[in-house]
Structure formats: C-alpha cells, structure tokens
C-alpha cells in the first residue's frame, strides 16, 4: 500500500497498537510517480467529469437557496453540504491517497481492495484488477488460509 494510505490507516485505528513489523508485512511502497505514465483520455474524462460535476453542484446551491426561505440556516447548509459532497465527490478519485493506490497498482500489476467507487471505476477504466467491496471479506479469509 502507498505510504499516505498507511498513514491514514495508522489514524483510523489509533486506539490499536499496530506493530512495528505491520510496516513490512503491509509492503509500504509510494508509486514512482515521476517514471509512471497515464493515457491522456483518462485526463480528457476526468477534466469532463469535473466540468459536469462544478455544473450539478451548482444546481445543488440553487436548490439550497430556494429552500432556505421557511427553513432554519443550519439545515438548509447540512443538506447542502450532504448534497454538494455528493455531487462533486462520489464515484471519483479525489484525493492524493486515491491516486496513489491507483499509481501503485498500475506499477506493480497489483490488485486493488477498496469500497471507494470512485477508485474502482478509474481501475477498470485502466485495466487493473480489483476486488469490489462485497467480494472483499471473502477474499481476505481467503488469504488466511494460504498464509
């Protein structure tokens, strides 16, 4: 896994001791991002998907606007923001840590395990493999029995 997701993963459960030798066992490596290279039509889609996505999120504040009239501030701004994160951040890569997976995957041939729809899209449209969330229990009892 690329080292920012390790980071991430050591925040999510800092209430649990992670040994030392997780670091190992987890194969913490960062992609060569300077040495990897990406299709231009995945650019062309993802500047594209932006472009509708600043569009419908702008449809969701105008909504929001015309609901705060009879509506107290707090919730109309809760459903906006609801809303808006939907808009623009569902079923798309954005973040370093989404990217990085991606890279890494791409370098070493891996396979993805990820629920981020976002992350499974960009690695089909890029041919790697991936398990989808349901699958992915299954596939890591699985991995104990080898192990």
């Known amino acids: 896994m690329p080292s920012s997701i390790y980071e991430e993963l050591k925040k999510m459960v ?3 001791h992670i040994p030392p030798r997780a670091r190992a066992i987890f ?3 960062s992609p060569r991002k300077y040495e990897l290279q990406i299709p231009a039509f995945l650019l ?3 500047i594209e998907d932006l472009r509708k996505r ?3 999120g ?3 504040a105008e909504e929001a606007v015309r609901l705060s009239s009879g509506k107290k501030p707090g919730e109309v701004i809760n459903i906006l923001r609801r809303k808006y994160r939907e808009a623009l951040r569902e079923g798309i890569v954005d973040s370093r840590e989404d990217l990085e997976l991606i890279l890494l995957a791409l370098e070493l041939d891996g396979i993805v395990l990820s629920a ?3 992350v499974l899209l960009m690695a089909d449209k890029l041919g790697i493999r991936y398990i989808p969330p349901k ?3 299954e596939t890591l009892e699985g991995f104990r029995y080898l192990g």
Request: glycine share 4%; hydrophobic share 35%; no cysteine.
């Open 44 to 46: 062309y889609e993802f």
């Open 54 to 56: 600043i569009n419908k």
């Open 58 to 60: 702008l449809r969701v």
């Open 27 to 29: 194969k913490v490596k």
């Open 116 to 118: 981020d729809r976002g």
């Open 14 to 16: 800092k209430d649990l």
């Open 135 to 137: 699958e992915i229990r």
